[in-house]
């Protein structure tokens, strides 16, 4: 039975996790309980600040302790094993992405949680943006027309601390494939529908990490849509979420700036601008004829905070959740699909979803 004051085990209070901290103590139906990391006088001085006990091990942690929820904000390669204990022990789990660190053990994972009945939650936060909920809904009603393509980009400049911090992102595994595109994944199918194909090229040239820092993606949707993808961690622009959205207030933004592009057969939608262009319904679309204009109107949250809250109703059986394992497993098979080309040199087809 959840008591009204939903307690909260971290795990990892890495950069995310020390967010999640934060929104933890900031929300009133929810405390911070314990944190579960490795036993160094860095997490122990969290620990001590929030005056939580500090656990090395997770099954240990749950064991001991009164604990309505978990939420996994460790390194990549720990969610696996780290979720299965938290559904072995009937414990409400919200995982950082990507889900797991490959699809086998994702796959394994979504199977698991189906068997249990487990109550999973995959923190694709941007799913509850009100930029993105207005902008799917803005292709919902057909002011685009039928969908021909996007242009996206999540191109910026990692510092190099960032990387002496967490020495693991210069590993595979580690960079801005897992890291940041599965985020934009996970955006594209929610604006643009399933993705069918996808072709990519990377290079590691300007760091020289094992992990690559540029990637070029082409993307095919199911719907008969094209696209195409830039990501890097060392290109000195603002075209990203993070500097655009103006919904994380620990970057700095530019109004003018966009990092999505959607262009159906009678308008197209710039994000997160929300900059319109279309055809009027009484004029037949062509580039000699001037486009109507507007700006659709949304008001900006900090969705890593609406997704506690529905986490929050997830755990007492309100609703359900929103981003599930599966979801977390499709946009994990996505990016491995996308490392998976690159290594090829060639297209590949996403695999249909039929473990589920």
């Known amino acids: 039975m959840v008591r009204d004051k939903i307690k909260i085990a971290l795990i990892g209070p890495g950069l995310i996790g020390k967010k999640h901290i934060c929104l933890i103590k900031e929300n009133p139906n929810t405390e911070l309980s314990v944190i579960v990391a490795p036993d160094n006088h860095v997490n122990h001085d969290i620990a001590t600040a929030e005056g939580v006990p500090l656990f090395e091990d997770l099954e240990n942690c749950l064991r001991a302790c009164k604990i309505d929820a978990a939420i996994l904000a460790s390194p990549n390669e720990f969610h696996a094993d780290q979720a299965t204990v938290c559904i072995n022990l009937g414990v409400p789990v919200l995982i950082e992405k990507p ?44 002011r685009l027309g039928k969908l021909v393509s996007i242009i996206g980009s999540a191109q910026f400049y990692k510092p190099l601390h960032y990387f002496d911090d967490g020495p693991w992102r210069k590993n595979l595994g580690g960079g801005p494939i897992l890291i940041n595109l599965i985020h934009e994944i996970s955006n594209m199918r929610m604006l643009m529908g399933e993705i069918k194909a996808v072709q990519a090229v990377a290079s590691s040239d300007i760091r020289g990490y094992e992990v690559e820092d540029t990637v070029a993606i082409n993307l095919i949707f199911q719907n008969g849509a094209l696209g195409t993808f830039l990501l890097s961690d060392t290109a000195a622009t603002a075209k990203s979420w ?19 592009s959607i262009s159906g057969t009678q308008g197209s939608l710039s994000i997160p601008t929300m900059r319109l262009k279309y055809y009027g319904h009484e004029v037949d679309p062509s580039w000699w004829t001037p486009f109507l204009e507007a700006v659709e109107d949304v008001d900006r949250l900090d969705p890593l905070k609406v997704q506690l809250e529905h986490f929050v109703r997830v755990i007492k059986g309100g609703e359900l959740p929103m981003v599930t394992a599966e979801d977390g497993l499709k946009n994990l098979i996505i990016t491995e699909a996308i490392r998976e080309s690159i290594k090829e040199k060639s297209m590949v087809e996403i695999q249909a979803y039929k473990f589920f």
């Open 99 to 142: 889900i797991t660190s490959t699809v086998e053990e994702g796959i394994a994972l979504v199977k698991l949680a189906k068997m249990k009945g487990a109550k999973v939650l995959v923190g694709h936060h941007r799913t509850y943006s009100p930029i993105l909920l207005r902008a799917a809904e803005v292709i919902k009603r057909g």
């Open 242 to 260: 993070e500097q655009t959205s103006r919904e994380n207030p620990s970057y700095p933004t530019y109004m003018d700036e966009d990092c999505y």
